[in-house]
């Protein structure tokens, strides 16, 4: 297991690293563990050395064979167009994009380091195969991030992040739960963000959206390997680990929702409106999940749109009533998370969709 506490602010052997090296304030952002910033994990691997994937060894052995053939081998390298001068973007926006970029980053690091760990740790060789060749992916995606964080001299020293960042620990069931939604998530938001630019290309302000569509094939297919992992161990996805899948749906798309809002800017320059890209990506995580999961929540219903618009809009009055402080400051705050916490309860039980089970649940990223 992971050391939950790290001693900071520097490990003892990245001290003895150049001074170069020394930890830079987006490296610090990325660290920070803010209840809606992108977190690291560590498991039971001892469980996960048990997993056994011969009730869908056919299914599996499809999804393995592409993962060798690794269609984005050559996908994420740079061309001229990186080389380009943004040193006239917006400060504004320059500032959000730089922030998209360092969450992104987190979390895609996270991945990697989480895969690494669980495939050096296990023996199984289905699991190690599978952890390894997501781990190699999700290596390649946070370099290429970090590559352009680099251009605005912004880089984050993914190797501190790796020691100093606090790890929390996750049952494997629930890391399947969480990391599945994280991937087919992930697959969801750069795959509207990339059709979006498609058809309205005077917001493509900087090339590495055009890396987007192959990329979100890669989030899309280690979704498919938890898929996989969840229904060749059915119990996971059965009896009251239903209603702990109703949980993370809901933690994922409310903390999706409300991290989008507070930056709602960013999603503007790039013409989106950050309601109608939300509900996009979270109806199409919804869709895709159905695979699997035997219960979505009820996006189609506008009031679990109201109850999610009402959390952003105490989320965002909270932080004002922080700022202002004292004891009427104080007073809001506990109003605004009461609110909050009486919203995530009611989405919480709302009606649920129950969901066909489907003999076969691979999907292809065909949106
Ligand atoms: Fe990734
Ligand atoms: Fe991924």
């Known amino acids: 297991m ?10 003892p052997r990245s001290a003895e690293l150049p001074r170069a090296r020394e930890v830079n304030e987006v490296t610090r952002a990325a660290q920070q563990d803010a209840a809606l910033s992108p977190r690291f994990y560590t498991t039971d691997f001892a469980a996960l050395d048990k997993l056994d994937v011969t009730p869908v060894r056919e299914m599996w052995d499809a999804l393995v064979a592409e993962f060798r053939r ?3 081998k050559d996908h994420f390298k740079r061309n001229a167009e990186f080389d380009a001068d943004f040193s006239g973007m917006d400060p504004k926006l320059r500032q959000q994009f730089i922030e998209f970029l360092v969450s992104s980053v987190t979390a895609e690091f996270s991945g990697c380091i989480l895969y690494a760990e669980i495939k050096k740790r296990v023996k199984n060789p289905d699991v190690r195969e599978l952890f390894g060749v997501m781990s190699r992916d999700e290596g390649r995606h946070a370099g290429f991030i970090n590559h352009t964080l680099k251009d605005f001299n912004v880089a984050v020293d993914l190797s501190f992040l790796t020691k100093a960042k606090k790890y929390t620990y996750f049952q494997p069931k629930f890391i399947f739960y969480a990391t ?19 058809k309205n290309p005077q917001y493509q302000f900087h090339p590495i959206f055009k890396w987007f569509e192959n990329w979100c094939q890669d989030e899309f297919r280690h979704g498919e390997g938890f898929a996989m992992l969840m229904r060749a161990n059915p119990e996971i996805l059965e009896g009251r680990n239903k209603l702990w899948i109703r949980f993370f749906l809901l933690a994922v798309f409310a903390t999706m929702y409300v991290r989008d809002h507070i930056r709602h800017e960013f999603y503007e320059a790039l013409g989106f409106n950050v309601e109608d890209y939300d509900q996009r990506v979270i109806k199409l995580t919804s869709q895709i999940t159905a695979q699997v999961f035997p219960v979505s929540l009820p996006v189609d219903n506008p009031a679990f749109w109201a109850r999610l618009a009402a959390i952003a809009a105490n989320t965002d009055a909270l932080t ?18 009461a609110s909050n916490a009486y919203q995530l309860v009611r989405l919480y039980t709302m009606r649920v969709t129950r969901n066909a089970y489907r003999a076969d649940p691979r999907m292809s990223p065909v949106w």
Request: zero cysteines; hydrophobic letters at 35%.
């Open 180 to 198: 599945y939604l994280s991937e087919k998530i992930g697959y969801a938001r750069y795959i509207t963000i990339f059709r979006h630019l498609q």
């Open 2 to 11: 992971y050391p939950t506490q790290t001693a900071l602010p520097i490990d």
């Open 320 to 337: 004002r009533a922080r700022e202002r402080g004292g004891v009427v400051g104080k007073l809001q705050s506990f109003r605004l998370l």
């Open 70 to 72: 690794d269609p984005n």
